[in-house]
């Protein structure tokens, strides 16, 4: 499936999730902004970059960081 194809497959709830996570720099915030439950937006993220075919987020206890496939999808996310 080619990348342009991957995107129509995205919905609405996991692009406003990664472009909060994005933003905020934190799962627990952005969950708590789009009022979902953290384990909610983890599953929303997972999903997403299953179907994308790539990591989107560096995350370490302390930070959220943008992979490169992050950066990629950003701008078809905004």
């Known amino acids: 499936m080619n990348s342009s194809a991957k995107l129509m497959n995205l919905n609405g709830r ?4 990664f472009l ?3 933003r905020l720099k934190s799962f627990a915030k952005a969950a708590e902004r789009i009022h979902l ?8 993220v997972k999903e997403l970059e299953d179907q ?5 987020f560096e ?11 992050g950066r990629r999808l950003m701008p078809a996310a905004a």
Not at 14 to 17: D, E, G, K, P
Not at 37 to 44: A, V
Not at 52 to 56: C, F, I
């Open 37 to 44: 439950s953290p384990s909610g937006m983890s599953m929303l």
């Open 20 to 22: 909060e996570i994005s």
């Open 14 to 17: 996991q692009l406003l999730a």
């Open 59 to 69: 995350r370490t206890t302390r930070s959220v960081t943008l992979t490169d496939a």
């Open 52 to 56: 994308v075919g790539a990591r989107l």
